[in-house]
């Protein structure tokens, strides 16, 4: 506990600098425009809210306020749809499936946690939407919820498992992980805009480059071995090997979710700037990360 509450009062100390920094530079600089910067420190700062609710308290409260974070983060995600009324049943269905899922993780039940969204959600999934509603965009309709119950739910829900899969590890787990993927998010930022030229997907997200990608993978490694004989059990290579797992997975989580949103937001450009301070940009790295480490985890350590 006293290496969960030392890591997130550094933590806190280094964003309030970068939050000061920003606040003094833009006084100084009014021409310049800080505002994309703005609502990445913005949900960096949501992101230690919910990093403190999920490892300083019980499990129990650490699993209803992800549950409420995928909760907001599938509404945003619906939010992105040109959804027609034969969909809100399917939304319905979607929301409902939320405290089911995370009710297998309070009963500790792995076996059910493991295909509830991916087995039997996405076979009965489809009822609602057939059921007097025609085959029009059928396919269309059924596929994009599934996407985003793996994503915002099945994939978060990762994140609650860990404490209850290990009660003596599993918050140092959560915030080992938490920790590298939000440096990896902001040094693939800072680096791409600083001095990244070759972008990876420039149609979808121009703040992704592979300079900055290098960096966020050679600093996040770094990082991940000077830090987790503090916050974990793992041994040397694992606490090595966790940070470039931690930094290719949450590449791609980023990326494809850049893609994602991209797709379903063309021509849309009020929903696509709402959407820059929403939900889905503290989360679009997670949703890939907090399943890959958990299962890299879990299949070579007894103690998961």
């Given at each position: 506990?006293n290496s969960l509450l030392?890591?997130?009062?550094i ?6 600098s970068?939050?000061?920094i ?6 100084a600089?009014?021409d ?15 992101m230690f ?6 490892t300083?308290?019980?499990p129990?409260?650490s699993?209803?306020a992800?549950m409420?974070?995928s909760?907001?983060?599938?509404k945003?995600y ?11 049943r ?7 499936s939320?405290?089911v ?12 946690f493991?295909?509830f969204i991916p087995?039997?959600?996405?076979l ?6 057939m059921?007097?509603?025609g085959?029009v965009?059928?396919?269309?309709s059924?596929s994009r919820?599934?996407w985003g ?11 609650a498992?860990?404490q209850f899969?290990t ?8 915030l080992?992980?938490v920790v ?14 600083s001095?990244?030229k070759?972008?990876?997907?420039p149609?979808?997200?121009p ?6 990608f ?6 996040t ?5 000077l ?8 041994d040397?290579?694992f606490g090595?090997?966790?940070g470039?797992?931690?930094s ?6 980023s990326?494809?979710?850049s893609?994602l ?13 709402a959407?820059?301070k929403?939900?889905?940009?503290l989360?679009d ?14 299949y ?5």
């Amino acid at each position: 506990m006293n290496s969960l509450l030392f890591t997130l009062i550094i933590i806190f100390g280094a964003l309030a600098s970068i939050h000061v920094i920003y606040f003094f530079t833009g006084r100084a600089r009014p021409d310049k425009d800080y505002s994309a910067f703005g609502s990445r420190l913005r949900t960096w700062w949501g992101m230690f809210l919910i990093l403190c609710l999920a490892t300083l308290f019980n499990p129990v409260v650490s699993l209803l306020a992800l549950m409420i974070l995928s909760f907001f983060a599938l509404k945003e995600y619906f939010a992105m749809i040109r959804s027609r009324k034969a969909d809100r049943r399917l939304f319905l269905w979607a929301y409902l499936s939320i405290p089911v899922q995370f009710y297998w993780i309070y009963i500790e039940w792995y076996g059910m946690f493991i295909i509830f969204i991916p087995v039997y959600v996405f076979l009965l999934l489809p009822l609602p939407r057939m059921i007097n509603k025609g085959t029009v965009g059928f396919l269309r309709s059924v596929s994009r919820v599934q996407w985003g119950l793996m994503l915002m739910v099945f994939g978060l829900s990762h994140l609650a498992y860990y404490q209850f899969a290990t009660p003596q590890y599993g918050a140092g787990l959560v915030l080992f992980l938490v920790v590298l993927t939000q440096l990896n998010d902001i040094v693939h930022y800072l680096a791409s805009v600083s001095f990244g030229k070759r972008k990876v997907v420039p149609t979808a997200n121009p703040h992704l480059t592979w300079e900055g990608f290098a960096c966020a993978f050679i600093l996040t490694t770094v990082t991940s071995y000077l830090i987790y004989p503090y916050l974990t059990p793992l041994d040397p290579l694992f606490g090595f090997l966790s940070g470039m797992l931690i930094s290719a997975s949450g590449f791609f989580g980023s990326l494809t979710v850049s893609v994602l949103k991209r797709d379903m937001l063309i021509g849309d450009d009020d929903k696509s700037h709402a959407l820059k301070k929403s939900y889905l940009s503290l989360v679009d790295t997670l949703t890939y990360t907090s399943p890959v480490f958990f299962h890299v985890i879990r299949y070579f350590f007894d103690f998961m």
